[in-house]
């Protein structure tokens, strides 16, 4: 599988596997090591989570996996976030210095690793304060504890806030995008991170599986779009989802949340599709969210 640059000392997986299911998956951790070799072995090397994720209970039993086999860190990029807690049932952000700096020690803890090759600040904290937030960013990637730094479900101007603050060193923004979620060109973060060169990482690419069990309007009328271009491509649904978010001059990296190999290589196979031009845009206005002027 190739290989999306997003620095001079990252690259990722143009597939991403993501974990944040993973505490449902009642796994050992043999069985996850298993399953994390399996994903290496077919070039999916980049590994997501976060610490909100099981309540940090996905980022410890990744960590067991690693414990129980050592190979596996070094043949890996590994992902990880912070931002976002809870107390006495109550959820909120934190993106304080002092907060991001612990946050960061307990997650290397908990993932039995010296580094994170990219963290993430994982929402757009209405209270941050963009320099608390970059000192902090900045002091853990001099410390070696983090490669390179970036964001996740930031808006443009959060974004640019804080881009500035580090001095331009964030290198992704890992949003939500599919065919029946468009806040991101809503908002023109889209554009602006295909202006910069910047790559993101795409969550919930499949609308967590509405797009092909939603019964609302704008799910129905995307699969019809999706059935007949799988069949015109010679391939699936999911997989022309996928070619669809490749296709994009962005070059944004899909995140696959599934414990299945095969859904992996459906990910996979689809990345490398090229699609028609005019296809993407049936896809683009399928939901009838967006209508060309």
């Known amino acids: 599988m190739k290989k999306v640059k997003l620095s001079e000392g990252l690259s990722l997986s143009a597939v991403v596997q993501g974990f944040w ?81 612990q946050s960061c020690e307990e997650s290397l803890k908990r993932l039995h690793t010296d580094h994170l090759d990219l963290y993430l600040i994982h929402r757009e904290d209405p209270c941050i304060d963009f320099e608390s937030t970059a000192k902090a960013l900045t002091e853990l990637k001099k410390e070696g504890k983090i490669g390179e730094m970036g964001v996740s479900n930031f808006d443009p101007h959060k974004f640019n806030g804080l881009n500035k603050a580090v001095n331009g060193q964030l ?41 092909f069990t939603g019964s609302d309007e704008a799910c129905v009328k995307v699969r019809a779009v999706l059935k007949e271009l799988a069949e015109q491509y010679g391939t699936t649904e999911s997989a022309i989802v996928y070619a669809w978010l ?37 896809i683009y206005t399928a939901s009838g969210q967006k209508v060309l002027r």
Request: aromatic share 12%.
């Open 21 to 101: 299911r993973l505490d449902s998956w009642k796994w050992s951790a043999v069985e996850l090591a298993r399953f994390m070799n399996e994903c290496i072995d077919r070039g999916v090397t980049t590994f997501d989570t976060a610490e909100i994720y099981g309540g940090t209970l996905c980022e410890t039993l990744m960590g067991q996996a690693f414990e129980q086999d050592r190979s596996i860190r070094n043949k890996i990029q590994l992902v990880s976030k912070t931002g976002i807690f809870k107390e006495g049932g109550f959820g909120y952000y934190d993106t304080r210095y002092d907060r991001v700096k």
């Open 171 to 211: 290198v992704t923004n890992q949003i939500e995008w599919n065919p029946v979620c468009f806040e991101h060109f809503n908002s023109g973060m889209m554009d602006d991170l295909t202006a910069s060169g910047i790559h993101p990482m795409i969550w919930s690419p499949l609308a967590g599986g509405r797009l």
């Open 246 to 282: 490749a296709y994009h001059p962005v070059k944004a990296l899909p995140i696959c949340g599934s414990n299945r190999i095969d859904r992996l290589l459906e990910a996979g196979r689809g990345v490398e599709i090229r699609l028609k031009h005019v296809d993407w845009y049936r």
